[in-house]
């Protein structure tokens, strides 16, 4: 059993960064590979970015590359979503999600465990 919590969301102005943090429960966090989704309004929950287990790997939505970076640091169970140039369309709740597979997934009915979310608003 893996618990998420998220923290790090607020209201910040379009090109603005944001810094979002999530903390696992634990001592098997290294066993994860883990991703951020979205789901803004009357939106499906969508893939965001996703890192592998050591943090060699990392994918991302072509919404947000170049714009996003994911990390996580083992030693604290924790894993990052640094979010720069932000824009109104990135405006969503941002849930971490945890996977047991090895094989990357976009799919958010293909991991096991969620957090329960951190508003990120922009204005503009």
């Known amino acids: 059993q893996v618990q998420l919590v998220e923290s790090g969301g607020g209201l910040v102005q379009a090109g603005g960064s944001l810094r979002l943090s999530c903390a696992a429960s634990?001592?098997?966090?290294?066993?994860?590979?883990m991703a951020w989704f979205r789901q803004g309004p009357g939106s499906e929950r969508e893939f965001v970015a996703r890192?592998?287990?050591?943090?060699?790997?990392?994918y991302y939505a072509d919404s947000v590359k170049g714009r996003f970076t994911i990390s996580r640091d083992n030693a604290k169970n924790t894993v990052y979503l640094q979010m720069n140039s932000l824009k109104s369309e990135d405006m969503a709740v941002y849930y971490c999600?945890?996977?047991?597979?090895?094989?990357?997934?976009?799919?958010?009915?293909?991991?096991?465990?969620w957090g329960q979310g951190t508003q990120v608003t922009v204005s503009s």
């Open positions: 634990g001592r098997t966090f290294s066993s994860y590979a």
């Open positions: 999600a945890a996977d047991r597979m090895l094989v990357p997934h976009t799919n958010p009915a293909a991991y096991d465990y």
């Open positions: 890192i592998s287990r050591g943090g060699s790997s990392t």
